[in-house]
């Protein structure tokens, strides 16, 4: 069977192609750029196109049985909300309208949790929509079009892997390196509940999705278990061999503060500040979904707790160059 993976050059796209080549898969990697042969122990095919052009990709679709849309633009300072609407929806539903034109036996969409929001703990699947940003928008709006191009012609499975991390994760190795150094500082309580996944998790919970009947045209959280953001804090803080640093001025004040160093630094520097809102919300607010869905459609159990998590992410880190 021949699974098509995009953003497959991406952190959990990495991660996903590799968990689909241990199990037997034959797998279709599109990425922006070439692959190098030495990036996965086996042999893949290798697509070379940007998600603007994903057009490009029909004549490749007759030999594809599943695919698996991970490729997304995430949330960065700076960028215009058309190219988010570009990348993240637009894209996105031409690939579906193409899975329905091919009768491609499943479409997989890799969303998130940020679509219900921020500020949840325990999130059903069920929750309203309340995006907050441009990314969960345009996220929310990749959903509603995978639902409204698939249903009734193909079977689809939406799934939201909640606050993952671990190998290949290179945006984190910022946060592990300033909790190293000591200039991280935790401002609010801690008390807010976090969700780290560990990436093998996540590429679990897609493993028991593919051609699984019961996750057909269902929307199912992935993640791991809930921890106190102070606690997943002092996790990293031990395993690279430093302490956090909490000083809890309260959430008005930090936020205040923020403002006032993102403001400046946009004007001055025109990127976001070292600290800003997103970052103090994310801490500060709480953020977990429910798995009960996960578990009984899938049965799907998270393997990797914090500890064992925290660790293999920084030894890879470590290993790379980037502690």
């Not at 994903?54 to 909300?81: N, R, T």
């Amino acid at each position: 069977m021949r699974v098509l993976v995009t953003g497959a050059t991406g952190f959990i796209g990495k991660n996903m192609v590799e968990g689909l080549l241990k199990n037997g898969y034959e797998v279709t990697c599109v990425s922006r750029r070439k692959i190098a042969k030495d990036t996965f122990k086996k042999p893949v095919k290798n697509i070379v196109l940007d998600l603007q052009e994903i057009e490009k990709i029909e004549k490749y679709m007759e030999d594809i049985d599943v695919i698996i849309h991970i490729a997304a633009q995430l949330g960065h300072y700076g960028i215009p909300y058309q190219y988010y609407y570009q990348v993240n929806y637009l894209a996105t539903a031409k690939l579906a309208k193409l899975a329905v034109k091919y009768d491609i036996k499943q479409f997989i969409l890799c969303s998130a949790p940020f679509v219900v929001g921020l500020g949840g703990r325990n999130t059903k699947e069920e929750e309203p929509y309340s995006p907050a940003d441009a990314y969960s928008e345009t996220k929310m709006l990749a959903e509603l079009g995978v639902i409204h191009i698939c249903e009734g012609k193909i079977p689809y499975t939406i799934l939201r892997p909640s606050y993952v991390y671990g190998k290949e994760d290179v945006r984190r190795t910022a946060l592990y390196r300033s909790i190293k150094k000591k200039y991280f500082v935790l401002t609010t309580s801690g008390k807010a509940y976090l969700q780290p996944t560990y990436v093998s998790d996540i590429v679990d919970g897609f493993l028991l999705a593919i051609l699984n009947k019961k996750a057909y045209n269902e929307i199912i959280n992935l993640g791991g278990e809930e921890c106190l953001a102070k606690e997943y804090l002092e996790c990293i803080a031990r395993h690279v061999n430093s302490k956090l640093i909490h000083i809890n001025i309260g959430y008005p004040l930090s936020i205040f503060i923020a403002n006032i160093v993102d403001y400046i630094s946009k004007k001055i520097l025109h990127k976001a500040g070292f600290v800003n809102r997103g970052r103090i919300d994310f801490f500060a607010k709480d953020h977990s979904c429910n798995l009960d869905k996960a578990k009984k459609l899938l049965g799907y159990q998270p393997k990797v707790n914090l500890e064992k998590g925290i660790r293999m992410s920084i030894q890879w880190s470590k290993q790379n160059g980037y502690l």
